[in-house]
Structure formats: structure tokens, C-alpha cells
């Protein structure tokens, strides 16, 4: 069995184990797959993951095991979790500390480069298909693979609004909004 699918198989004990192995990042879910199958096999004195899962299956006190176990290794993750995310409020403040007017305003810059790109891009596509429409076909199939570089500019530049409006709100004293759907129950509220 995989390490990701085995380490599903164990959060039916430890369901904590789900937050660190779903999502997109396929490396960090495998290493953390592999950390849960480790205390699984360390609690259980198996020699593989498979005889691990089934040992606990079959014995509620290596479950319990497991799952003290489990919080020593999660409070690890959750610390170097704290630990990048405060870097990155670190470098946030000194750009925005930063004497360095360019420093201070490179994710308007950023902003503005990517909406200038896409226009030039769409007018350049729009030109040539009227100008060559039995390219057409060729046109549009060139556009489309683009769409990773245009996701992840797209991406950085939504994550650099979002931020940079949390910013504004926390400077000026307002709360933040409670969470992605706080802006739909304010308006059903009225």
C-alpha cells in the first residue's frame, strides 16, 4: 500500500493526520505519510506500515498509543508550520517598513505588469486571428499553454491583493473578517 493511502488508513485513529496530507502538495503529504507510518511502526514494533495498521486495528491500546504519540510529532509540524509563516509576516513588515520606495510598492508594480502583459496578450491574440483566421485554430491551442504561467501569476498577484487589503484593514484598526463566507452572511444579514 502507498504511504499517502496507508496514513488515511491510520487517521480512522488519529484524524489529525488528514490536515497534513490533503491538498496540493503531493511531497509534503508523502513526507508526512512517511512520519505517521514511523510512529505507527515504532507504537506497534511492526516492521512494516501494513502489520502496523493492522496491529492497531486490531488493539485499541496501540490506537491510543498512536494517537499520544501522533500529538508529540503534529506539535513539531505545527511549530515549523509557525515558524515559515512568521518569516513570512517578517519579510511582509519590512517591506512595508522599507525606506526603499520601489521595495514598498512592488506588489502594485506586480499588479501592473500582469494587467499590462494580458492586454497586450489578448490584443496581440485578437489581432491575429482577425488578421489570419485559418490560424486561428493554432492561435488558441498556443494560448492555452499558457495557462500555467498566467496561473501562477494570477495566483500571485490574488495573494498579494488579499494580503495587502488585510494589511490596509489591520492599519486601520478595523477587524478582519471572520472568513471567506463572512462577506455572504454579512450580506444575507443585511
Known sequence: MDPVTL?????????????WISGDDRSKAA???????????????????DAALAAIKADPVLALQLQQAWM????????????????INATMRAEVASSDAYVRRWRPTFGYAVALTWTATMAAVSWAIVAQPA?????????VNTSP?????????????VKR?????????????????????????G
Open 165 to 189: 487589503s488585510h494589511d490596509k484593514t489591520m492599519a486601520s484598526g478595523a477587524p478582519l473578517p471572520e472568513g471567506p463566507l463572512a462577506m455572504f452572511k454579512s450580506g444575507i444579514k
Open 135 to 143: 490560424l486561428a485554430p493554432a492561435i488558441i491551442t498556443a494560448l
Open 31 to 49: 513526507s508526512v505519510a512517511g512520519s505517521i507510518i514511523a510512529v505507527a511502526q515504532d507504537v506497534t514494533g511492526a516492521a512494516s506500515g
Open 149 to 161: 504561467i498566467w496561473g501562477i501569476a494570477l495566483a500571485v498577484l490574488g495573494v498579494s491583493v
Open 7 to 19: 496514513a488515511l488508513g491510520l487517521a480512522q485513529f488519529v484524524p489529525g493526520i488528514i490536515r
Open 72 to 87: 508529540a510529532h503534529d506539535l513539531a509540524l505545527l511549530q515549523e508550520e509557525s515558524r515559515q509563516l512568521a518569516e
